[in-house]
């Protein structure tokens, strides 16, 4: 038996810097969240087929660790073989549709076991461009630094050298769909871009950021997109919070 951890994160900030080829571009600093994680095992198991537990209601073929499970047979062939004598359990602690990352995180620490197993064939920029067909945000998951710059699609993952921040999260019962804020996004809010009203952020530590700019709708845009797709949003009193990816996370640095 062997299992990782599959960590949570936050957008400190996120900016939405174009629209190319249907999906839109962005720069954000993804922030690991160390005390709130997934676990992933595998398991020896005689089972019939590649087998997930612990992801109730989650179609096998929706299953992101099922897609990473896919991406990887072309490098490692024999996976097929193993899986018919393991099964992988998943104890969920991320809540899903939170901005928080967890289909994403559980993908790319999947990967990440995987490789390891296998002695580490593929390097870690390998394992994130197979990472990057899957989701936006798994490369972040692979490379796993503690904090990070993110752009372009996101494939383009810059590690950030600070400690993260001891953060406070509150997730509401609202569940965010994530492609549902981006066409939201797309259909109400795109407009023209001012990369200079985020200039340099991408320098500056997380905690100065949020001091300096403490406005959750500057700091990112998804938060006005995902309050129109949810309108329950706007009735929570979150002052002094900030909001997380497409949501429905808030959060805000301890003490």
Known sequence: MVEVKAYAKVNIFLKITGYKDGYHTLLSRFMRVDDLYDTITITP?????????????????????????QALLEPFPKLQTFFQHHKVVV???????????????DAG?????????????????????IG??????VPFFIYNYPSAN????????????????????????????????????????????DPNSFFGWEKMDSLTLLQLINDPIALN??????????????????????????????FRPKG
């Open 150 to 193: 993110v752009s372009g699609f996101g494939e383009v993952v810059e590690r950030f050298d600070e400690m993260p921040l001891k953060l406070e999260l509150k997730t509401p019962n609202i569940g965010c769909d994530t492609a549902t804020v981006y066409r939201t996004y797309h259909k109400y809010l795109l407009r023209t871009l």
């Open 45 to 69: 198991s005689k089972v019939n087929g590649f087998t997930i537990e612990g992801c109730d209601g989650v179609a096998l073929s929706d299953n992101t660790i099922y897609k990473a499970y």
């Open 132 to 137: 990057s067909r899957i989701g936006a945000d």
């Open 221 to 250: 845009d998804l938060y006005p997109a995902a309050m129109a797709a949810y309108p329950e949003l706007e009735n929570l009193d979150m002052k002094g919070w900030f909001f997380s990816g497409s949501g429905s996370t808030f």
């Open 91 to 105: 104890t969920k602690r991320i809540p899903s549709q939170a901005g928080l990352g967890g289909g994403s995180s």
């Open 109 to 129: 620490a999947f990967m990440r076991l995987i490789n390891t197993l296998a002695e580490d064939p593929l390097t870690i920029d390998e394992l994130a461009t």
